[in-house]
């Protein structure tokens, strides 16, 4: 298992992993076989017998919640010495975006625009989390999320299934490397499948009704691309999906995942789920529960014990074929030989120090939260700052805040490290005056349970008084300054599972705040952190310049700086539309065209309160140059079904610096066997230009932009229609032409 990662070609060949799978099944009792389907959960607030138990009698195959690499090994030797079976353990985390150093979070590396920028960020974590003595990461989140009330929309790439796909792909990449097994990489697991993402209100955990042509035209692409790109493991949802829980849903796991998609991995539930069919109403008792999931193709059980207390005996009467067990087993065998843990189950104690300590780590870290940052608003040119600025003020508790820095779902018992914006601030500018007034505090209306399972409690409440005396001093603070910057968002905690929200304002008295700073009638820079889509309808109007910085990660600071000084030109674009309140979610750019549409003279508003419009739109995002796209061009006007065309368009850099444009075609389909979003994201590509400088760039589309999923036909299809094809900067392009498909 020492082959280097260069080849991109496996040491085990497919034929190699099976029959050592079938040699190592033969050996196995039906307890040991039960045993590889538990995963146990090694932290102090999941009840039951200590891992340690378990893992003798071979009640365990894999282990989560523990970031311990000396423990990692004194476990692995109890299984791989003491357990009957002696099959080394699967190690599993939350590695979401870094173990030690810390990227931006998912929706800001989907910002970026740029897979390769993806993978790299995922690479390093996986180098980090594998030095640790971790397997397996329960990364990447694929569900596509077009209600930015819904608190994981901070862990995805967002509303559009193409950029989703994309995104799956290099993150999957970035953590297996070019291989499942390849050296100093983890297998990666895609979740939550599937819908999880448009859950009823935003609300977490809520049901999910989708239609099937919803699931395959929208939610199952980001899936589907896992598949493709390798993917090792897949984890079932929470929520029911139209009345049937995700982790007992058949159609899902049998049907679609394997039976369609070809997927030879394993599925993983969220935790607890396979217990938690009961408490849903799916399941009479704990025995059901077990016999549904396993039937349905739910391999391993997550932390409920469900599996390890019912499965043998659902065996031994015959309620489940030996058979199905058998064929759960094959697969984690199959990973667990891929990763070579028979050959070395251990981990050296001593890598992860030198491997943390890679500067190119951190150098990476600051280059992904650069291109990750959108660039929302530059009234007058404001941005960039000049470095001869003199008196400065930095004004928002999330300025100094490290754990807001890099955002929320750190890998368990992770320190915040992150270098904050004024840290960033001050040493971009040794020698400025720059001041700091955090501000009133904010927080949660509503504390999370995570706070006091995970986090050792939640932190108390800043008194009314306490809150006056701070908005007071910061605006006495800003009357001194040449220049403010506010920052202003949400905290790590208040984004993330368990983080819904009602509202998308800014939290406490940010905007009261920060109208109070703008009345001073001093230059004002608003950089926003956070892990959704906000609205800040007020800002967009008043303040000259908004950066989206999201959740930057450990070097958010000094990429915050570089950005608003001109070290780095902005080029990031929105993943998601920004709603001008929470209560226009879901809010998204590719609905169907109404038989009243929004262009049409009789347009008739959504909502007689204000209009439903996007504050910005999908793709949006600004550069402190300037872009021109010309001579948009078709190969051939007409085309058959089943063939391609090619669609070019000249991009130049009209403005007086380098910089980076993501040039993204749309297309919509004006009539056919179903009605078809008004636009469709279908190809993009983020380029660096020099000043004046010309690039032509292209985009393929065949039957795999063209077909869709129809409702009709119950099948997917490729209809003879007229396509029109839209190209620009955002998905509201404007740059048009037209493509004819015949039969």
Not at 265 to 272: I, L, P, T
Not at 706 to 719: C, F, H
Request: glycine fraction near 10%.
């Amino acid at each position: 298992m020492d082959n280097p990662d260069t080849t991109g070609t496996a040491p085990w060949s497919d034929a190699d992993v099976r029959a050592r799978v079938e040699a190592l099944l033969k050996t196995l009792s039906l307890a040991e076989k039960v045993g590889q389907l538990v995963q146990i959960g090694a932290a102090d607030f999941v009840p039951g017998p200590k891992p340690e138990v378990v893992i003798r009698q071979g009640g365990a195959g894999s282990v989560l919640w523990l970031n311990d690499t000396k423990r990692f090994n004194a476990l692995q030797k109890i299984a791989v010495e003491e357990s009957p079976s002696k099959i080394p353990l699967l190690f599993a985390l939350d590695v979401i975006h870094g173990y030690r150093t810390i990227f931006p979070v998912p929706l800001a590396l989907a910002a970026s625009w740029d897979p390769a920028t993806i993978e790299g960020a995922q690479s390093v974590a996986a180098q980090e989390a594998r030095a640790a003595g971790l397997h397996w990461t329960f990364a990447p989140m694929l569900d596509i999320a077009r209600d930015a009330r819904w608190g994981r929309i901070v862990e995805g790439a967002g509303e559009d299934p193409y950029l989703g796909a994309a995104v799956a792909a290099a993150q999957v990449r970035g953590f297996q490397g070019a291989y499942l097994g390849t050296p100093g990489r983890v297998v990666a697991c895609a979740k939550h499948f599937a819908g999880y993402g448009a859950s009823d209100g935003g609300r977490d955990y809520d049901p999910v009704y989708l239609s099937e042509n919803q699931l395959r035209n929208v939610y199952f692409p980001p899936f589907r691309a896992a598949v493709d790109a390798g993917v090792g493991t897949f984890m079932s949802a929470y929520m029911d999906l139209n009345d049937v829980p995700a982790t007992g849903n058949r159609w899902l796991l049998r049907d679609i995942l394997r039976g369609e998609w070809g997927f030879g991995g394993f599925v993983v539930s969220d935790a607890f789920a396979v217990g938690n069919l009961v408490t849903q109403g799916f399941a009479h008792d704990a025995r059901d529960a077990a016999q549904r999931a396993l039937s349905a193709g739910l391999d391993v059980d997550m932390a409920s014990s469900t599996y390890l207390d019912h499965l043998t005996g659902l065996i031994e009467d015959g309620t489940i074929p030996l058979e199905v067990l058998d064929d759960a087993v094959r697969t984690i065998l199959a990973v667990k030989v891929r990763l070579g843990l028979f050959e070395q189950p251990y981990t050296d104690e001593g890598l992860l120090a030198d491997v943390i300590a890679r500067p190119e780590h951190r150098a990476e870290a600051r280059r992904a939260a650069q291109r990750s940052m959108v660039l929302l608003r530059n009234e007058g040119q404001l941005l960039p700052l000049s470095k001869s600025l003199k008196h400065i003020t930095v004004i928002g508790s999330l300025a100094n805040s490290k754990e807001a820095t890099e955002g929320s779902w750190m890998v368990f018992g992770h320190v915040p490290a992150a270098v904050t914006i004024l840290e960033g601030l001050r040493a971009k500018l040794p020698d400025a005056t720059i001041d700091y007034a955090p501000g009133p505090e904010i927080n949660r209306d509503i504390p999370s349970w995570f706070e006091s399972a995970m986090a050792g409690g939640s932190r108390a409440s800043q008194s009314p008084e306490d809150a006056e005396r701070a908005y007071q001093a910061a605006l006495a603070t800003a009357q001194r300054a040449d220049l403010i910057i506010m920052v202003l968002g949400e905290h790590a905690n208040m984004s993330g599972e368990a983080a819904s929200r009602a509202s998308l304002d800014l939290p406490g008295r940010q905007e009261e705040l920060l109208k109070a700073v703008v009345a001073l009638g001093k230059p004002v820079v608003l950089v926003l952190l956070n892990g959704r889509p906000l609205s800040i309808n007020w800002a967009a109007d008043h303040v000259p310049a908004i950066l989206e910085a999201w959740e930057p990660g450990t070097e958010g600071g000094h990429a915050v700086a570089d950005i608003l000084f001109g070290d780095a030109n902005p080029g990031g674009k929105l993943p998601v539309t920004f709603p001008r309140k929470g209560s226009h979610a879901p809010l998204y750019y590719a609905r169907n065209t109404t038989h009243s549409p929004e262009e049409s003279p009789l347009y008739n508003p959504r909502y007689w309160d204000g209009l439903p419009t996007p504050l910005y739109p999908f793709g949006y995002g600004l550069s402190y140059t300037t872009f021109a796209l010309t001579n948009l061009a078709v190969s051939a006007p007409q085309v058959r079904v089943g063939d391609s065309a090619s669609v070019t368009v000249d991009v130049t850099n009209t403005g007086a610096v380098a910089g980076d444009e993501v040039v993204q075609l749309y297309i919509h389909q004006r009539f056919g066997s179903d009605s078809r979003p008004m636009r469709e994201l279908k190809g993009f590509e983020r380029i660096t230009l020099q000043p004046g400088e010309t690039r032509p760039v292209s985009f393929q589309l065949g039957p795999a932009e063209l077909g869709y999923w129809s409702t009709n036909a119950g099948r997917w299809v490729q209809d003879a229609t007229t396509i029109d094809l839209w190209v620009g900067s955002d998905s509201r392009a404007t740059l048009h032409t037209q493509l004819v498909v015949t039969v």
